[in-house]
């Protein structure tokens, strides 16, 4: 079993909708919890980051940890074309080894 | 630029041909990490150094893979007697001390015939 389990889709959206996505992890020292996105042939790019539990926003996109279930969430709003790409959850418990997810493909269609 | 910059963005190398990659990391940036891709798949961890200290190689997958960071500032990944299992992206990251936060380079496609 990895450490950080992800649906890897893809996931099909008309545009505006709200998207879910979401990833749980077994390890109970990872304390900090992050999504990237990547689009094709490119590198990851921070979306979000977040330490321990609770929820985060910025803009459009809201992070979730929920430590007592070890669930990881991101929910994007009003979905665009321009989200479309492949989004990674990563978890650590310093800050010396991320463990990334297998990544979900998000498609957004006009 | 000011972002991580990597090189070559892509290789082809027949089996058993040593190659190595090249990372220029965000100046200043203390720690850097170097992550596999396989297509289809999140990254994997390799290694990490702290300045010039290689403080993590656990995930390097043989002996065959050795990376270092001589001064601090750039790091090569070298992979020796190339295997066809090898081909994938190679990520390298950096990220300034005292947070979690890891910046991306664009990677290095290595295809392997």
């Not at chain 1, 985060?56 to 929910?75: C, H, N, W």
Request: net charge neutral; glycine share 10%.
């Amino acid at each position: 079993q990895k450490e950080v389990e992800q649906d890897p889709g893809p996931l099909s959206v008309p545009e505006g909708a709200i998207v879910s996505l979401n990833c749980t992890y077994s390890n109970s020292a990872f304390q900090y919890f992050m999504w990237y996105r990547q689009y094709s042939r490119k590198g990851p790019e921070l979306l979000m980051y977040t330490y321990s539990s609770g929820n985060k926003e910025d803009g459009r996109f809201t992070a979730q940890v929920d430590k007592s279930s070890k669930y990881i969430s991101l929910f994007i709003r009003d979905s665009q074309p321009s989200d479309s790409a492949t989004y990674l959850c990563a978890s650590s418990g310093g800050y010396n080894k991320l463990i990334f997810g297998a990544g979900t493909r998000l498609a957004v269609h006009p | 630029g000011a972002g991580v910059s990597q090189s070559p963005r892509y290789k082809v190398a027949k089996r058993g041909q040593d190659v190595a990659l090249r990372c220029d990391p965000i100046s200043g940036h203390v720690s850097l990490f170097w992550y596999q891709q396989a297509l289809g798949q999140g990254p994997e961890f390799l290694t990490y150094f702290q300045n010039e200290a290689q403080l993590d190689k656990s995930g390097l997958p043989s002996d065959r893979f050795f990376a270092e960071r001589p001064e601090g500032s750039v790091s090569t990944l070298k992979i020796q007697r190339t295997q066809q299992e090898d081909s994938a992206v190679y990520l390298c990251a950096s990220s300034p001390r005292g947070t979690g936060e890891l910046f991306f380079g664009e990677g290095s496609r290595l295809t392997v015939l």
